[in-house]
């Protein structure tokens, strides 16, 4: 027997198919036998004597049948004998092609509501019965769907009219959107900072608030409630501690669980046996889960004891902008009352859904994104079926499905907790911007094959959701992420690392890079575009990287073989697998030098040749020379790198308190470059040792303290 034919088919109507397989396809040779999943195609006596030689031996037949997984429909096709069936060549191409016309891609969209006639529930229930289900056993439930439906929209929007964006940001002091301004210049800044976004604008407006400014935080929900939960290794974690924000005690108190390893296992089941890996354990990645909405409030504490404000429940209307401050108007949502309040800078941490961000790209806020959705789940998964101690870091448990090649994660929380999302890594196209609802209904469905459960059993905390946005850089500075008196970071500024990290994960290992250089900026009036646009988290490495995201990204409108980006995932994980542990730490944490990357490029080229023709499809042309231009980036970088990185930081350390006062803008330029060469440097095998008994020590401490 040999399996001949393997297709994805993008509806999740597995009788649909069978029907038409069995009634309306016509193979027009050979006799169908009906069978419970398909057909079998029988070699009639006509054919054989028309002097076709096939083995006596084996039946002279194809078998055609049709599965269910993913809330999709797989087909394959095995052939019996060892010789072809007679016009098999043109039985497989019929068939392909009558599927592809008879089911072809569907990319469904949200209906439009009226939410003051009926409730989200009854609005959605007949596109997406499952989801309102679950939804509605959750606590909040109404509104957490309400904002899921909320986020696909503007995501939606924004996805579709990206060459007029909203305009909200409003200049006096320059053309580039000078017009509609009405912001009150005689107005003295209230403060010193304004964050829009309370998830990691709060992380930072306690960073900067410690440090002296007066800042104020206004976030769209109340203030506190993530749509996410946040998992991070306690390496990374320290950053927090060395900029002062919180002691090893008060960090102890947030970390919810830290489990002992972590997988990372791609379906194998339809690659060929050399493209097949054994599970890659990362114990030090996204080990520490945190508490996150205790944390959010923990860093709320923080902004106001420094006499910082937060303002929960208030939207973002418009920024208007002159040489002396930033003026912003905003709206009290529950009581729709409008006020404006002004501050010396303006920090955007609105995540996928900032209009900011939109507009000062011109459409090109993003060049990809993860659709991502999930849920807190507090008990209810038998003994069995998981052990508290592990985590799934990144998973799939089958090949694409409708288009998408779904990725699970899995991280232990406090006492019974499972945090669980479902992604995929999707290109940005209008026809198909991607859905958190529809993912939600695949979520609901798929998760029993996943982990073993009855869903109707899990107690459910509540859910997490969200765009992830990615960004192909090119070069350091051609993404804008900054206008006068104001600068975006996190997701707003499309931070992405290229496996598992989102706009947390580099935030926080940027921390110190944006807490200083900002500093810099704000002690000196160094506000303007030309000064903030150089204050970023970018890295040479990262920006390499993207092509491996590109990689695991159907395009809109094109099928694959099924096992495709399962086997260029196994393909790279395999190779990690066979590297010291350090080797995957360093490249999953953004860490990995040029050395490493080419070694292991070459090393995955050799075991798969064909690599390069699949990178070559799923890229094409243009992406591929966008990507050359990062290659010469990263070489440039790793040159100039070694070239500094042994002096350089000192230089600036002997010059710093002459240098600072007299050339500040200098400074602030020097001091952007020290942390461009120094930023994502690999970690050896000592320094991973070093940490790991520190942090044991710490904890130690911690647990004297408390």
């Not at 989200?120 to 899921?148: H, S």
């Not at 599970?279 to 006499?307: E, F, Y």
């Amino acid at each position: 027997m040999k399996e001949i034919l393997y297709l994805e088919i993008p509806t999740p109507d597995t009788a649909v198919v069978c029907s038409w397989l069995q009634t309306d396809f016509q193979p027009g040779i050979g006799e169908k036998i009906i069978t419970p999943d398909g057909f079998r195609l029988r070699v009639t006596a006509e054919t054989t004597t028309a002097g076709l030689a096939i083995s006596e031996n084996l039946p002279r037949e194809l078998s055609i049948f049709v599965w269910s997984v993913q809330r999709t429909t797989y087909l394959k096709v095995f052939r019996w004998a060892e010789q072809p069936f007679p016009q098999e060549r043109q039985i497989l191409h019929r068939l392909i092609v009558d599927i592809r016309s008879r089911f072809p891609h569907n990319y469904p969209e949200p209906p439009a509501i009226d939410l003051s006639q009926q409730s989200i529930f009854a609005a959605l229930a007949p596109y997406y019965p499952l989801t309102v289900k679950y939804f509605q056993k959750m606590p909040n439930g109404e509104y957490d769907l309400k904002r899921a439906y909320w986020w696909e929209q503007r995501w939606r929007e924004g996805v579709r009219n990206p060459q007029q964006p909203r305009q909200v940001v409003f200049s006096n002091s320059r053309g580039a959107v000078e017009q509609g301004s009405r912001g009150d210049s005689s107005l003295s800044p209230t403060y010193d900072i304004i964050y829009i976004g309370g998830a990691l604008g709060a992380i930072h407006a306690a960073v900067m608030a410690k440090l002296g400014y007066k800042v104020l935080l206004v976030e769209r929900m109340p203030f506190g409630r993530m749509n996410r939960e946040w998992n991070i290794s306690r390496d990374e974690l320290q950053s927090l501690v060395n900029l002062g924000l919180v002691t090893n005690s008060e960090l102890e108190t947030v970390v919810a669980r830290e489990y002992k390893d972590g997988f990372n296992k791609f379906f194998d089941a339809n690659n060929p046996a050399k493209l097949r890996s054994p599970i890659l354990h990362t114990p030090t990645v996204l080990n520490i889960a945190l508490d996150s909405d205790k944390w959010l409030q923990m860093c709320g504490q923080k902004v106001r004891a420094t006499g910082g404000e937060i303002w929960e429940q208030t939207e973002f209307l418009r920024a208007d902008i002159d040489k002396s401050q930033v003026v912003i108007t905003v709206k009290h949502l529950p009581s729709q009352e409008e006020k404006q309040v002004s501050g010396r800078l303006l920090i955007d941490a609105m995540g996928t859904a900032s209009p900011i961000a939109w507009q000062l790209n011109g459409g090109r806020a993003f060049d990809s994104v993860c659709p991502t959705v999930g849920a807190v789940i507090e008990k209810g998964f038998e003994p069995q079926v998981w052990d508290s101690q592990y985590g799934d870091v990144l998973y799939s448990h089958g090949d694409i499905s409708r288009g998408r090649q779904l990725i699970w994660e899995l991280f232990p929380g406090i006492g019974e907790e499972l945090t669980i999302y479902l992604f995929h890594y999707h290109e940005v196209h209008p026809q198909n911007p991607g859905s958190l609802l529809e993912m939600y209904e695949d979520f609901f469905t798929i998760l029993p094959e996943y982990r073993r459960c009855d869903v109707d059993k899990l107690v459910w905390k509540k859910p997490t959701f969200g765009y992830i946005p990615g960004h192909f850089s090119v070069g350091s500075s051609d993404r804008t992420v900054a206008f006068d008196r104001l600068i975006a970071i996190g997701d707003a500024a499309s931070l992405q690392s290229p496996l598992v990290f989102t706009g947390f994960g580099s935030l926080v290992r940027n921390l110190e890079r944006l807490t200083k250089l900002l500093d810099t900026a704000l002690k000196h009036n160094l506000l303007s575009f030309r000064h903030l646009n150089k204050i970023r988290a970018y890295q040479s490495n990262v920006s390499v990287t993207w092509l491996f995201s590109k990689g695991m990204m159907v395009p809109t409108g094109k099928f694959l073989p099924p096992q495709r980006i399962n086997s260029m995932l196994n393909t790279f994980f395999g190779l990690l697998a066979d590297e010291p542990p350090e080797v995957a730490d360093n490249f999953i944490k953004d860490r990995c030098d040029w050395l490493t990357f080419n070694r292991l490029a070459i090393k995955a080229a050799r075991k798969n040749p064909a690599l390069l023709l699949w990178i070559w499809q799923l890229a094409g042309p243009r992406d591929l020379v966008r990507w050359l231009g990062n290659y010469f980036n990263f070489s440039r970088h790793a040159l100039v790198s070694a070239l500094l990185s042994g002096w350089f930081p000192r230089f600036l350390n002997q010059i710093g308190a002459s240098l600072e006062p007299r050339y500040p803008s200098l400074w602030l330029q020097l001091l952007a470059i020290n942390y461009a060469i120094t930023t994502g440097k690999p970690r050896s095998p000592n320094q991973l040792v070093k940490v790991n008994q520190e942090d044991t020590v710490q904890k130690s401490e911690a647990r004297i303290l408390n």
